[in-house]
C-alpha cells in the first residue's frame, strides 16, 4: 500500500496566521460563550504554535529562560 503524500503550498506560518485569523473572525461573529471561548483558545494556540516555529528556526536556538 502506498502512502498518500501530500505537498503543502503555504508555509506553517501562513497556514497557522490564517486559521488564527479566521477563528477569531469567526469567534467575533458569536456571543460570549463556550463555543466562542474555544475559537479563541484555538486561536491562541495557533499563535504559540507560530512564535514556537520561529523560535525553533531561529539561527541562534537556545533554550528560553
Do not use: I
Not at 33 to 56: F, I, M, N, V, Y
Amino acid at each position: 500500500m502506498k502512502r498518500r503524500r501530500f505537498t503543502q503550498t503555504e508555509s506553517l506560518q501562513q497556514r497557522l496566521a490564517s486559521f488564527a485569523e479566521a477563528a477569531r473572525a469567526e469567534a467575533a461573529t458569536l456571543s460570549p460563550g463556550p463555543e466562542r471561548d474555544a475559537l479563541l483558545k484555538k486561536a491562541r494556540q495557533a499563535d504559540t504554535a507560530s512564535h514556537l516555529d520561529d523560535w525553533a528556526r531561529s539561527k541562534g536556538l537556545q533554550a528560553p529562560e
